[in-house]
């Protein structure tokens, strides 16, 4: 357990739902990123929030929203979405964006599958 | 814009074996390098940090080197096991966007 906990585990959702990814750490940390990891591409950054900020969008689609409520919980919204973002999503954490010893924390992921 | 280039794609070695993953980039400028292991459909968990100031950091039967010079870091395992099998994943945080950029791994099997 890396303290980062990701719910739902899997999903399968309908290009018309609205759905939301969850996640939660219980490390103290500042910063929260959400990843998108597709097969044979490298993970990819989506956002980044710190002390609950967005700092980072990296041209993430509209149907793609995040939230961040405080520092501790982080959630992905996701409506009317494409079969190509069907993908392993990766939430992680650390002690604050910057800081050159600040290491990440991952999650489990979520698998999701857009039908 | 920071890219990140892991050799091999792909590793399968007899159990015992010393391996070595390579990782390079390209943009020396860096605050952190960070190897991390996945697991098949799992989260990604962190191995090693290897700060810019640093030259290398150890763990057990792991040992990572940075020399940023030559934009390059290499993630040595000594005494391979199969539980060793997964994909190893090296991070590197550039300076001034605090933004990781992630290589494309190496899946590694090791076989008894």
């Known amino acids: 357990e890396t303290g980062v906990t990701q719910t739902p585990r899997h999903l399968v959702m309908g290009m018309t739902n609205k759905k939301s990814l969850k996640c939660e750490q219980h490390l103290g940390h500042n910063a929260m990123y959400w990843y998108k990891q597709s097969a044979k591409k490298p993970l990819e950054l989506m956002f980044v929030?710190?002390?609950?900020?967005?700092?980072e969008n990296n041209s993430v689609p509209s149907r793609f929203s995040p939230e961040c409520p405080n520092s501790s919980h982080l959630f992905l919204h996701l409506h009317t979405l494409q079969p190509e973002d069907s993908a392993l999503y990766l939430c992680a954490s650390s002690q604050d964006r910057g800081g050159a010893s600040y290491e990440q924390y991952f999650g489990p992921g979520t698998r999701l599958t857009v039908t | 814009k920071q890219e990140v280039t892991q050799i091999p794609a792909a590793l399968s070695v007899p159990e015992g074996e010393n391996l070595v993953l390579n990782c390079s980039f390209t943009d020396s400028a860096i605050y952190n390098l960070q190897w991390f292991r996945q697991d098949p459909g799992k989260g990604l968990t962190s191995l090693l940090l290897?700060?810019?100031?640093?030259r290398e950091q150890t763990s057990g039967r792991l040992n990572a080197s940075l020399d940023k010079s030559s934009g390059r870091s290499t993630l040595y395992i000594a005494a391979s096991q199969p539980g060793d099998s997964a994909t190893y994943l090296c991070a590197v945080t550039s300076g001034g966007s605090y933004i990781p950029t992630f290589g494309r791994g190496t899946s590694l099997i090791v076989h008894p």
């Open positions: 929030y710190n002390f609950k900020e967005q700092t």
């Open positions: 290897i700060q810019s100031s640093q």
